[in-house]
């Protein structure tokens, strides 16, 4: 029987391309992602895969030069400065799906196209979703900087959420209180953790034309933060002077509005057919099983519930982990693209078609080898993540 499975290299090739773009597009992470150090999650482009199983690919980190330097004639061999570097090792595999026709045979040319034309729409569809579930799930894992919302002082000085009430809700208070962590380098407990990077500087010019930069942070909230933000009469009166000033810059493109130099985006909740910010009601952690071998990606949401909503019920109050991001709070090699595959099988009745890739992710948290790198504020800290938990809606409140 004739088989109408492509075989051209270059058609493949395209195919690949098509793939790649699509699932890109797809993936709601992609408008933060490029291969600049700015980047909320910074690219790296491979070659080639570390090996045919995969393995993992180390990126490094420069600390600031310290020393006293030199003044005059002084040699510089008298007084050299030292300078700490910092790595990651970041997991990186073969990364891939399939699809195998339903019909009992495609019996013509046409047949076969419709068949890779559903294909070409479904596959990135179920990878771009794949890569999503992996960043947000890696991004909200085990934050060691995080921001607990309070009804009544707008956020608790702590760095756990355990003290969480049913109505302990977000406001604009838990942003201003991530931004000055980030642009301070501090956590809950006031103890030293990494400045979070702005990941945009925009460009403006001052009176008497002096050139200046604004900067911006990143905050993903989901659908409780979202609501109960937009209650909050700080962030109304924000949004009102936002649009005085106009907002056509498109870092603001899609966004649900910006306060004190953080624009805010929402995003519905994760659940079982979409990506999205996670509430620990729905889950605990982050797995896939292939072929009874299970990779787990993320665990632990639960560690941040809150407190128990009536006492001594052992009901502990449910939250949502939303994320303030800076540049570099993830770090993605990727290799050039999609390979693309058509296979036909039952001799040509049906055909398989699949594409994968070698990729990886992980949420940046560099490490020292040396006692000197481990004393670091940098070292097993996040790099560019703050955590904003609050309570969900409708819980019953002690």
Excluded at 378 to 388: E, M, R, S, T
Aim: contains cysteine.
């Amino acid at each position: 029987m004739a088989s109408w499975a492509e075989t051209d290299p270059k058609v493949l090739l395209k195919y690949g391309r098509t793939i790649t773009a699509k699932t890109v597009e797809l993936n709601w992470w992609n408008k933060f992602m490029n291969n600049d150090e700015g980047a909320v999650i910074m690219t790296d482009l491979r070659t080639e895969t570390p090996n045919e199983e995969g393995g993992t690919v180390r990126v490094y980190f420069r600390d600031h030069i310290e020393g006293d330097g030199i003044t005059g004639n002084q040699d510089f061999e008298d007084n050299i400065g030292s300078q700490n570097t910092l790595y990651q090792d970041v997991d990186y595999g073969i990364f891939g799906q399939s699809l195998k026709s339903k019909a009992k045979k495609l019996e013509s040319k046409m047949a076969t196209e419709t068949f890779r034309s559903k294909a070409h729409k479904d596959l990135p569809k179920w990878l771009g979703l794949r890569d999503d579930r992996i960043i947000t799930s890696k991004l909200s894992e085990a934050c060691t900087n995080v921001v607990a919302c309070s009804a009544a002082d707008g956020v608790y000085p702590v760095n756990v959420t355990d003290s969480i009430g049913a109505v302990d809700y977000f406001s604009t208070a838990a942003i201003a209180e991530a931004k000055k962590r980030a642009k301070n380098g501090v956590d809950g407990n006031g103890d030293e953790h990494p400045i979070v990077e702005p990941f945009v500087l925009k460009t403006v010019t001052r009176e008497g034309g002096i050139t200046d930069y604004v900067e911006f942070f990143l905050l993903v909230v989901g659908s409780n933060a979202a609501r109960q933000l937009k209650e909050d009469p700080l962030w109304i009166e924000a949004q009102k002077m936002a649009n005085k000033r106009g907002s056509d810059n498109p870092i603001f493109t899609g966004a649900l509005g910006e306060y004190d130099g953080v624009i805010v985006f929402e995003r519905s909740n994760w659940n079982a057919r979409k990506s999205g910010i996670i509430t620990t009601d729905k889950l605990t952690s982050y797995s896939v099983t292939v072929d009874g071998e299970t990779t787990t990606y993320a665990t632990g949401f639960d560690s941040y519930k809150g407190t128990e909503t009536f006492t001594d019920s052992g009901v502990a109050t449910e939250t949502e982990i939303n994320l303030f991001l800076g540049a570099t709070a993830g770090l993605k090699p990727f290799d050039e693209g999609f390979d693309y595959y058509e296979d036909p099988k039952e001799g040509g009745r049906k055909l398989l078609i699949g594409a994968d890739r070698g990729t990886g992710f992980a949420k940046t948290k560099f490490v020292g080898k040396t006692t000197a790198e481990q004393e670091s504020e940098y070292h097993n800290k996040d790099f560019g993540v703050i955590a904003i938990v609050c309570a969900i809606d409708g819980q019953p409140a002690a």
